[in-house]
């Protein structure tokens, strides 16, 4: 309860507080990018329910000949890099937190594509209702191997406490300053998760590094 209190009265009062900031945001990306100003997408909520999340556009649509989106590092333009490294783009999902889709703090809300690729430990992450930022984001971010990413994410779950949300609210503002882990290697934002390497064999994610 005083995590969903927490949740309201933070989320409500920095959309009050941030309208002017999300209103010239909204007519950048309109201008920069044109309509639709939000990207809106279905994710997966708690116990893998899913909702529609919302963020500011940070790619511009472009395809190839044959109708399929280019990749990520085609699409995004420096405006929508900057976005994505401030933050600004994740100021609507303030809304989804106000309505009980997400909370402040937990792990990120990922593809639902990903749902069957989990394994029952990773699948933990769903226990909660996900968060605009969680102690993956602030223990690297998109840098981390799917691998790490889902360890910290299920640790959070098993964790997860009003003093460690403080913490993590804290570190966020830390690395957003910073614009640290924006990104993996070699990527535009992150490789796509294809699931879980057999043991002892090398992930995707690390076969791409290499």
Known sequence: MLKRLLDITVSASALLLLAPVMGVVAWQVGRKLGSPVLFRQLRPGRHGQPF???KFR???DASDVD???????QRLTPFGDFLR???LDELPGLWNVLKGDMSLVGPRPLLMEYLPLYSPQQYRRHEVRPGMTGWAQVNGRNALSWEDKFRLDVWYVEHQSFWLDMRILLLTIK?????????ADGEATVARYTGSAPSGAPSEQ???QT
Do not use: C, N, Y
């Open 206 to 208: 690390k076969r791409r």
């Open 175 to 183: 690395k957003v300053l910073a614009r640290d882990g924006i990104s």
């Open 52 to 54: 529609e999340m919302i």
């Open 85 to 87: 490294s401030t933050s």
């Open 58 to 60: 940070s790619m511009r």
């Open 67 to 73: 109708g399929q989106a280019l990749p990520d590092d």
